[in-house]
């Protein structure tokens, strides 16, 4: 009987350890737990901020930690600008629109920036308004949009007779809105310290 087994390539010690591997699979499966989902670390720089150094009809001070780009949506419009935060994946879009003292343009250019903030109300749980003054004098609105929006924070500043600046800040990445929370605040308070520090030329 012991010869037939062995013909037949049979071997008692492959079932042993076969039932061996079978039970500490079985036993390692009752007690595995997932781990959860959890969120890349972000490193926040330094604040340091300088100078806008460029042409164009608009000053302030910006965050020494991003790039000041031409805006390659709409070439023709030379004084509209980008503030690229390339180490964050933000950017925030700089319009700039001459009123000439025009009240009918200033009443299109509101209707505008409000419009494009309120066309996000679908998907936002809400939408925070401040109107603003700067210490030079001029008048502004920021919105701040929570939920998974593609803007969360946007803004315009005005001398409402010559001027008009519109800002909004967008993410080049799918990740959720809860876990770009830091880099959102730490992007808008230096979306503020602009704002403070604007003047129209």
């Not at 781990?35 to 300088?50: A, S, T, V, W």
């Not at 959720?176 to 602009?194: C, F, G, Q």
């Amino acid at each position: 009987m012991e010869r037939k087994k062995q013909d037949m390539g049979f071997s008692p010690g492959i079932i042993g350890w076969s039932l061996l591997v079978l039970l500490l699979i079985s036993a390692c499966g009752e007690d595995y737990l997932p781990k959860p989902e959890g969120y890349n670390r972000i490193d926040l720089p330094q604040r340091e901020f300088e100078p806008l150094g460029m042409d164009l009809p608009y000053t302030f001070q910006h965050s020494r930690h991003l790039q000041v780009e031409p805006d390659s949506f709409n070439m023709a419009e030379k004084t509209w600008i980008n503030l690229h935060y390339t180490s964050l994946g933000a950017r925030v879009h700089l319009t700039y629109k001459p009123i000439e003292g025009n009240r009918e343009k200033l009443k299109s250019f509101l209707d505008d920036a409000l419009n494009l903030t309120f066309k996000h109300q679908i998907k936002a749980y809400g939408i925070e308004e401040s109107v603003v003054r700067t210490p030079t004098g001029y008048t502004g609105l920021v919105a701040e949009l929570s939920g998974e929006v593609p803007t969360q924070f946007q803004f315009f500043v005005t001398d409402s007779t010559s001027h008009f600046l519109r800002g909004a800040l967008y993410f080049n990445t799918a990740v959720k809105n809860d876990s770009l929370a830091p880099v959102i605040e730490y992007v808008k308070t230096d979306m503020m310290h602009l704002i403070n520090t604007l003047e129209f030329n």
